[in-house]
């Protein structure tokens, strides 16, 4: 299974970025995939999440400011950010993950400047 991202860059405050990450290789019919970000010397934390049936969920830094989207293309999610804060200077990363299986992107740094 390979997850390759795109969208990430810098901005300015107040500014939008669209992440996107697209799955490939034998996944299941059943999954969860969604975002993490990560920074420096802290454990990762979760940004957004949506399920194969549809459903989504939150970090509580996210909400309201995040959405997370399913494509039309199979195993393709996008984030898209708006009103973004220095805070969310991270390093984003997408997975997949059903039963025991999970898997990650190689992260694609998002850095918002004051």
């Known amino acids: 299974v390979q997850l390759v991202e795109s969208g990430g860059g810098l901005v300015q405050a107040g500014g939008s970025l669209r992440l996107s990450c697209a799955a490939s290789g034998s996944i299941s019919s059943i999954y969860v995939m969604g975002w993490y970000r990560e920074f420096p010397g802290k454990p990762r934390e979760l940004v957004a999440v949506?399920?194969?049936?549809?459903?989504?969920r939150y970090g509580d830094s996210a909400k309201g400011r995040f959405t997370i989207a399913s494509m039309s293309a199979k195993n393709t999610i996008t984030l898209q950010m708006n009103n973004l804060k220095p805070g969310d200077t991270a390093v984003y990363y997408c997975y997949i993950a059903w039963d025991t299986n999970i898997y990650w992107g190689q992260g694609t740094q998002v850095t918002v400047s004051s």
């Open positions: 949506t399920t194969s049936s549809g459903g989504s």
